[in-house]
């Protein structure tokens, strides 16, 4: 190494070792109180284990039986090494990334110790599993063990990591220095790096549809994209983003681009782009996310197209808005609206998968004393590092594996270039939502909750939906999002495309990669929807712009220039709003 990287690596460890003691110093009192609550759990499930004979009996099973396990691999590996057949005891669920290397079966070292921790990995979890706890407790401390499970991993340590001690030897070491050299540079940043953020730049390979921003208040900007057919329906399409995350997941490049696909159908397109709020924008509530974004943005796009009714798109959070706004002015007497779509959005919370684990009055307590009462808002990072545990070996510890053990940068990913680019949450809407929607489950019972000065009754919506759900959503559920076509009044379509959150509704037509079900049995729940669904090869795309497309009126000439006199071009899409960092 010589000298100019000798200095850079020490420039690197002073700042690093600077952001660390400010980042402990910031976190202190909440991983305190973490460590607190975390050891009374820990500590409670050995109590019981402890007093109860039945318990006792089922954890003292549980570990004969791992005993026998850990011999039988110890016989495995002398049958091995003898040359003789030999049989694994126990292997990696499919799907598990972290041991497809060959030199985790290959050599028998690490073969053992693989097996050693998935056979620890799988003791932990049967405890908590068969301990009499009740069933909110029980999920809690399932999904801390997981996550220590996984943070233990053998492929998160060099001396236990094959591949990285391969890498080490062929690079003469060089690996080792790299990887160091990237873990002091994610430790000055402050966050584990996805993917190479140099590579994109908002407005040039990102977000690039081209269009104009024609409203604006203190939370959102109205952007209007320009028409690229010679003929546009006359019912226009408003698209609404989770402001959880930024707009341009739904316009990453061209080819996937959500946004320019609606507007290439000859639909006049127009999307909300969120501020990203300050402490000063803290005390913004659902009051101000209805009548201040979904309301007036389709009143400016009635204003602007003359049009009489507006599609309404609404994307995860952007569709639990899109409720009950919906909600409201059907009780109002006053809906904008010709249709609603909702996209892997939740209405019923019943069931939020993994992160539901967790969320109980303790943590809300702890989030309303805490981050929200002293910071006036939900910090982005603090969310989109929740997010990220619900798929921690693939969204932490494989980067860690990669970037600190084996010294490789992330390559480009625009999706992981977008969840690394996080917003802040106002904290009276989140606290609200957060004990109100996720937690108590209220949006979904008729009046229960009152916003707007408004009962919310789902019910009451009556328009046309279509309801999107994805096969393998961790954040909101298929069956969960099935039951908004359960609780709305009016005719309801249902389509659930394959993968997850994000790639199952940022997926193309061209993609043809994960395919889609639909015309399922309605009425009957979910579980008799999808075994009445049929299988179709694309994207749900297709589908929805057919379905949209018979109630869009007549196809009419496109506006000739962005706005109108009353709301003038503000600036060129995608606008500021999007670029304010955290």
Known sequence: ???????????????????????????????????????????????????????????????????????????????????????????????????????????????????????????????????????????????YTKQYIDAFSPANFLATNPEALKLAKET???????????????????????????????????????????????????????????????????????????????????????????????????????????????????????????????????????AKKVHAVGYCLGGTLLSIALAIATVRKNVPFETATFLACMIDFSDIGPMGDIVDETLIKKIENGELKEQNLMRGKVMGSAFNMIRSNDLIWNYVANSYLKGKKPAPFDILYWNGDNTNLPANMYGYYLRHMLF?????????????????????????????????????????????TELVSGPTEYVLGGSGHVMGIVNPPAKKKYGYYKDGEMGKGFEEWKKTAKQFEGSWWTPWTAWLKKASGKEITPPAKAGNDKYKVIEPAPGRYVKESC
Not at 90 to 111: L, S, V
Not at 446 to 466: H, Q, V, W, Y
Request: proline share 5%; hydrophobic share 35%; charged share 25%.
């Open 172 to 306: 003469n070491g060089q690996s080792i220095t790299d990887g160091i050299k990237n873990f002091l540079e994610d430790v000055a940043e402050g966050r584990i790096t996805q993917t190479d953020t140099s590579a994109f730049t908002l407005g040039e390979n990102l977000a690039v549809t081209e269009g104009s921003v024609i409203f604006e208040n203190e939370l959102i900007q109205l952007i209007q994209y320009k028409p690229s057919t010679k003929k546009v329906y006359e019912t226009p399409v408003l698209v609404i983003p989770p402001w959880i995350n930024k707009y341009y997941i739904l316009d990453l490049k061209p080819e996937n681009s959500y946004v320019k696909f609606i507007v290439d159908q000859g639909f006049t397109t127009y999307l909300i782009s969120w501020k990203n709020p300050t402490r000063e924008l803290g005390n913004m509530g659902f009051e101000d996310y209805v009548e201040k974004a979904a309301l007036k943005a389709a009143e400016v796009i009635q204003s602007v197209s003359k």
């Open 440 to 484: 108590e489950n209220k949006l979904s019972r008729k009046n229960a909750l009152r916003i707007c000065d408004t009962p919310i009754d789902i019910g009451k919506i009556s328009i046309p939906t279509f309801v999107v759900g994805t096969q393998e959503d961790h954040i909101s559920p298929a069956h969960t999002t099935f039951t908004t």
């Open 1 to 143: 190494m010589d000298t100019t990287e000798q200095q850079k690596l020490r420039e690197l460890y002073a700042a690093a070792g600077k952001k660390a003691m400010e980042k402990s110093i910031q976190d202190a009192p909440s991983t305190f109180s973490d460590n607190i609550e975390l050891a009374m759990q820990y500590s409670n499930l050995f109590t019981e284990i402890a007093s109860s004979p039945e318990n006792t009996a089922k954890a003292q099973s549980l570990y004969v039986d791992f005993i026998k396990k850990q011999q039988d691999l110890w016989q495995s590996m002398l049958l091995r090494q003898e040359g003789k057949e030999h049989t694994p005891v126990i292997a990696p669920a499919d799907g598990d990334k972290r041991f497809k290397a060959p030199e985790w079966n290959e050599q028998p070292y690490f073969d053992f110790v693989k097996q050693s921790y998935l056979l620890i990995s799988e003791l932990m979890g049967n405890i908590v599993d068969s301990v009499d706890l009740d069933e909110r407790t029980k999920k809690k401390l399932g999904f």
